[in-house]
């Protein structure tokens, strides 16, 4: 059995990206591995030093969490400051972290220029929390998107560091993982990069969103002129349209749109509708549990409390583990 992990940070809703990047399929893989999820509330001072609704943004990713089909009887569904253990083990992995290969970090370099005059320490220092959130159950396996790859990298590192630092063969080496299948990036609606929730909000579809919020979004999906000839390689606005049809629709779907391509009678204002019906389709079941979770206040506090509570039997263990390992010794 394999413990697992995983975790998103509450900026926003929830968007098709982060399901499919970290959590499709895990309805089947929280009853056959040891599984943690939780919501990175820490991580997101890193960019909202000063965040509007924290509470409201951590309750809301739960409610995502749960809607999208965790169980928290079964998986520990838990927010990272509930467990500080994570601070503690932070700490210790930043002694022995360095600044150059920190620097290096694509995520790092792309948030200190997206965010010039907030340059933080926490920052420079994401990837030893990342580590931190994984290693403080001694995960093996990761469920993220293709844009964590690095992170996964670094989190080898100071597993493997610290094993070799104290001489112990303590800490795993986590994998990232998409349930057997390639890391995956979602693209968004603007025509190029990842689907994500700080930029351009029409580029994301969320899981709380209503049916006309995404017809009107995916309508106004940037496309090109059309091929002009047959077989012609596809530019990046349009792959990334085929792209979300593989994520949510039927094979023969992707498949019958693909071969109009290929015959350059491809219509996209006729794949843009196919694609928006296959993408509520595919979230009306989520949204309407997001609709009831919400409205129950007493649920919402007994997962918190469970998780919590299941969170730090792992975490205590661990770093009472870690403690004795680097020397922090009772005197008695
Ligand atoms: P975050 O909050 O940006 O995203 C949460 C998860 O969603 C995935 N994801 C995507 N996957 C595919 N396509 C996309 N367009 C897309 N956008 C987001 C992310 O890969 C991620 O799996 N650093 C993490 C949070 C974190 C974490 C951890 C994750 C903190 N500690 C420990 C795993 C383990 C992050 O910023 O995710």
């Known amino acids: 059995m394999s413990i697992v992990l995983s975790g998103i940070r509450p900026t926003g809703n929830l968007h098709l ?9 895990f309805k ?13 509330d820490y991580h997101s001072l890193t960019t909202h ?3 509007d609704d924290l ?50 970090v694509t995520t790092f370099k792309d948030k200190a220029r997206k965010q010039p005059d907030n340059v933080n320490a926490g920052l420079l220092t994401y990837p030893s929390l990342m580590a931190a959130d994984i290693l403080i159950h001694r995960a093996h396996k990761v469920p993220v998107g293709k844009d964590q790859e690095q992170h996964l990298e670094m989190t080898r590192t100071f597993a493997k560091r610290f094993n070799r630092l104290y001489k112990v063969d303590f800490f795993p080496e986590p994998v990232a993982y998409n349930f057997g299948e390639e890391l995956i990036k979602i693209p968004g609606l603007d025509g190029s990069g990842k689907m994500s929730k700080s930029d351009d909000e029409n580029s994301a579809i969320f899981l709380a969103d209503e049916p006309k919020v995404i017809s009107k979004k995916v309508m106004k999906a940037v496309t090109d002129a059309g091929p002009t000839k047959m077989n012609s390689p596809k530019s990046e606005p349009v792959e990334n349209l085929f792209s979300l049809m593989k994520a949510v629709s039927e094979p023969e779907t992707v ?21 928006a019906e296959d993408i509520i389709t595919f979230i009306e079941p989520i949204r309407e549990r997001i609709k009831e979770i919400s409205a129950n206040d007493a649920y919402i506090k007994k997962v918190v409390k469970m998780g919590k509570e299941k969170a730090h039997i792992s975490g205590s263990k661990t770093i009472k583990e870690v403690r004795e390992i680097i020397g922090f010794r009772e005197f008695n």
């Open 55 to 104: 509470h409201g943004n951590v309750r809301q990713v739960l409610i995502e969490y749960l809607a999208a089909g965790i169980d928290p009887e079964t998986a520990t569904l838990y927010i990272q400051s509930d467990l500080p253990e994570t601070a503690e083990l932070y700490l210790l992995f930043n002694m022995n972290a360095y600044k150059g290969e920190l620097e290096r």
């Open 28 to 40: 089947k893989m929280q009853h056959e591995n040891e599984c943690y999820f939780f919501i990175a």
């Open 49 to 51: 030093p000063t965040p």
């Open 17 to 25: 990206g982060n399901y499919f990047g970290a959590l499709k399929n």
């Open 255 to 275: 498949q019958y749109f693909n071969d109009l391509y290929n015959k350059c009678e491809i219509r996209y204002g006729d794949l843009k509708k196919k694609l």
